[in-house]
């Protein structure tokens, strides 16, 4: 492979070690300090590819691409940027750059996506999406290393209708990161619809879905448009995919293969032209072993997948975060905080097994709850040792401590509530939590007394007609232990 490769950086450092690694591997370099000399290289049809700073003394590098491409649509620009964050993936992609690589970055991916660019066949530039406007806030915060691979992955996607499968903890911002494909790819114009699975009884799934037509069923008194319908020409979110019944697994494989559904007592099919978002907490894999999720919807769903990590993986980041929660604080009217260096490094040592979303209700905490401007360690210790994790670990100073089961459910409807924000859950969450506590409990007595239901009604307290109906009406699987 060889080549001319243009180099533009105001950091004479770094021209020196581009310089030295793409010359040993093969290729003519030439490097500047400023974006003027570039654009006259590149306008008299110099160079094989650019590898740009976004920042230069005399031009930005977002506002030269655009004249780049104009002026040499097939020429490669690699961007690379020490600023790290989600909009700088973003607007390198929008202006038509080849690829972005944020500082600190490794040589060997470096003279890899050279050689990747230079031997692509020059074709018409991919399509772009018209630029975001500088100073817009960033739907996803965080330098970390685990995050630079997330915007650049979400990058590439912009321009595509890829499904996309997002694994993640709760807490982690996978919705956060849905809308984000959405909001700046190529269906923004299009509506984004949300849907969790895991908030809507099973026996309304389909229509919730697909939608449903008058007289379909008892109280269904008109026609409904379904989340297909809604989302059509835009992107649709399903969340905790994991918890959608086997019916209606049925159903989307069906969508998938075939781009069309049937409403639920419709006849006449219906084309849908959607981008599927899907998400998940779960091992999919593993319930797919357990009979539990479709082996041929997991393949069609996880085209593209997507694992956010968990905040424990991206600790550097949490400043960052909390800076962001803080701003948004003042914004709705609380008053200024910042955080002393010893109360990151509390946070920073705190486990988080919530992820961001429960830094954010932390961050909230702090800023209406104290008077003082700086928040220090002695405040986020007192926070946190109010909210005590569910069991202190072995050798950290004292014996576990298991949460009790009223604790676990409190703890479970607090978050499951905050997911709403200042909106309520969908009716029916009586229902919806008592189906959810005996499903396990069920499956667990009959896993105890090994699948003998006799034993199990015993256990339970009920006789084992009502033994019977709940493990009909619940689907629990029957599945023995392996003696």
């Not at 090994?450 to 709940?470: D, F, Y």
């Amino acid at each position: 492979m060889s080549g001319t490769i243009l180099v533009a950086d105001d950091d004479g450092a770094i021209r020196t070690v581009l310089n030295q690694a793409l010359s040993r591997a093969g290729f003519d370099v030439r490097c500047t300090s400023n974006a003027a000399t570039l654009w006259n290289w590149i306008d008299q049809g110099e160079g094989d590819l650019v590898i740009t700073d976004v920042i230069m003394p005399d031009e930005n590098a977002f506002e030269l691409l655009p004249r780049v491409k104009k002026r040499r649509p097939d020429l490669p620009v690699v961007v690379i940027s020490a600023q790290n964050t989600f909009m700088t993936a973003i607007r390198a992609s929008e202006r038509g750059a080849y690829e972005y690589l944020p500082k600190p970055f490794d040589l060997k991916e470096l003279i890899n996506v050279v050689g990747r660019a230079l031997s692509e066949p020059r074709g018409k530039a991919p399509e772009r999406i018209h630029p975001s406007a500088d100073g817009e806030p960033m739907p996803l915060v965080g330098r970390s290393a685990a995050m630079q691979d997330i915007y650049r992955v979400l990058a590439r996607l912009m321009q595509t209708d890829l499904t996309v499968l997002i694994h993640g903890e709760s807490g982690t911002g996978k919705e956060l990161v849905a809308r984000a494909l959405h909001d700046y790819g190529k269906r923004r114009k299009g509506p984004f619809v949300a849907i969790n699975m895991a908030a809507i009884p099973k026996e309304l799934i389909e229509a919730e879905l697909f939608g449903y037509e008058k007289g379909a069923f008892t109280g269904a008194t008109s026609r409904h448009a379904g989340r297909f319908e809604q989302a059509e020409g835009g992107t649709l979110f399903l969340d905790e995919i994991g918890d959608m019944p086997m019916e209606a697994q049925t159903r989307l494989l069906r969508v998938l293969q075939e781009g069309e559904y049937t409403t639920v007592g419709g006849r006449a099919p219906i084309r849908t032209n959607v981008r599927i978002v899907a998400a998940t907490n779960r091992d999919l894999r593993q319930w797919i072993g357990q009979g539990l999720f479709r082996e041929d919807l997991y393949f069609r769903l996880n085209v593209v997948p997507l694992r956010l990590p968990p905040l424990r993986e991206r600790k550097e980041d949490i400043a960052d975060l909390a800076r962001h929660f803080f701003h948004q604080c003042e914004s709705e009217g609380l008053p200024a905080k910042r955080l002393d260096n010893d109360a990151i490094a509390a946070l920073q040592a705190h486990r988080w097994s919530g992820n961001v979303r429960e830094l954010e209700n932390l961050v909230r905490r702090l800023a209406a709850l104290y008077p003082e401007d700086v928040i220090n360690r002695a405040h986020i210790e007192h926070e946190l040792d109010d909210q005590s994790t569910p069991a202190t670990p072995a050798g950290a100073g004292g014996p576990a401590q298991a949460e009790t089961l009223q604790e676990s459910v409190e703890r479970h409807l607090n978050d499951y509530f905050a997911e709403f924000g200042a909106s309520l859950p969908p009716p029916g969450l009586y229902h919806r939590i008592m189906r959810d506590v005996e499903y396990p409990l069920v499956s667990a007595a009959l896993a105890a007394t090994r699948g003998n239901q006799i034993k199990a009604a015993e256990l339970l307290g009920v006789n084992r007609n009502t033994l019977r109906k709940k493990i009909r009406d619940l689907d629990v699987r029957m599945i023995r232990p392996v003696r």
